[in-house]
DNA sequence: CTGAAAGCGCTAACAA
DNA sequence: TTGTTAGCGCTTTCAG
């Protein structure tokens, strides 16, 4: 079974007439080399008829490229933003004749990581960073190594790398503004505890409930951690304030879109009549809950792509790509 | 930006003062070579100071061995399972070295399909496909190479090949059972329209349900199509008629649960007070919703490092690794 | 326009 | 115990 037919470029050669290079010329239309029609012919016969593949390994070890980019996420990474734009990477990479290999981002030093090891044995021509939390530090180390690499975030990062991100947050205006449409009073938040320095959900709230004439209440505002029960407790107590209540709720992430749903109906609170919902972000769940959820969608996919796009330009090129912002938007379902 | 510094195993043989040969028996531990401890202090000594990393693609040029394996997935796969299953593979597959390969399975013949193309020109060693749809002719034709391959799957395929499954269908017993000793009178089916034969989900309930002495009700069986809206309307009928409304539901899938869930919050009805419900398969949603849904949970992830063991068993020995079937869990939560 | 030949970095006989 | 050497299959000067 572990034998291979193997029919080599040489193979082609002989069966067509030509040598090994005429046939490389050809299947890789190498410009500046005019082939007669009909040893082209003849090639392509040959090629289908042995049903030769060229090998890629031993392409890749002459031309010191192994067509593939490693795609590294953290571990913990929400799945749903994750795949989405994992399938647009695909789609972009294998335009391209290149292929994903899927890395996580868990190491102890940088000159340990996954990735870099991956890199330095010429597994990966460059890297995608979906989603993955990367230091200053490794940054500057692949910028010395002049690793290609590309960073697809929902945050810019605010440094000065190739990176793809989404305008969300400016989206919160609309929100708001629909909010006010609706004749709302009061506009609660429920988001989780900033862990990142550049994470500006909630000063992007606070800047659009300027903007529309709100006062942003304190008692309003509820950060939340990992644990499930506690974020719901902590809303319900936002709701149950029976003088106070807010009828509407910014979610800053799917998860607390789904828990500020899940905690108004344990109190019976009906959506969108009582309090209006959205939710900060894309979930395929949004529409199998009643009531099916607003949302500020991320163009997940096309982030993706574009990061594809732009690593495939740093590894044949070698220049960074400038960061590139796609628009988000403002979807409106029943909770809102 | 382009160059690589490139220290090559040479560079370390003469660092070390030794030859390459010597190199790569040290750094291949291969074994029937006796190697002299200071020399291999000493190699080991440059490999570090010239932080050399073997070229895997040389290396596989010379073994015949790309060291990763392509994962291949139907298109609309639902996320949480594909994502569940590929962390486990990931984690058995990089325990060996080898890389994932990410790859999507479509194709007008089989001979075009993506897999086929990596297999043939050396880009993967061996397949692993993870819930997708792979027809008689395919495997044929792959059995045919000598292709080694493994499926993960819910359901048996009944086919004589490697895969890996889950027993989750033998849990509906446990189900009904549980149902029946909470006094539930009648039980309803929630589930899609069968697509394939193997798809055994309904069988699988009227025999539980028949162990349980139960009846199974026509009109309390609910086969829905891809659309939301029809899914929770038939629900909802189920729900609506008085009489004969029943106390339990099994929803056949996470989508089902989610949408008998989303009916019953439409209508008004309290869960699990006037109804019961569990939910066959897995998702990280359960717990987002009120009340959080009962379910039987797929080990996802050890399916998927089961599957990375045996592709690998596949590879090396090239025999085809029997079917394995790892146990799924009843997980009792607030809405049963 | 096409062919001969070198060589990418590695492994594995075979020699020493 | 270690070194010499011959390729793996491909691309690519350089000749013809």
Redesign the pocket.
Known sequence: MRKKK?V???DVAREA??????V??I??N?KG????PE?RQAVLDAVKKLNYH??QI??G???KRSMSVGVVTDRNVTNFYFMKTLEGIRDGLQAHNYSVSLLFNKYESIEEAEFIKYYSSNRIDGIIFAFASISDEDIEYMDSMGIPYVMVNTYPSGRDVGEVCTDHLSHIQAVIGYFKSQGVKDIAYAGPVPRRANDRRLEAFKEAMALHGYEVKEELTVLGGHDNGEVCRAIMGLLEDKDGRPDAILAASPRFGMLTVKSCHMLGIRIPQDVRIVAVGSSNFFELIHPTLSSIELPLYDMGLKAAEMVLKAIDKGDMVPTTVLPSEFVIRESS
């Open positions: 193997s080599s470029s040489k007439g030509v040598s090994q290079a005429t490389s010329y299947l890789n190498v080399v005019k082939i007669r040893t060229p090998d031993a392409r070890m002459k031309l």
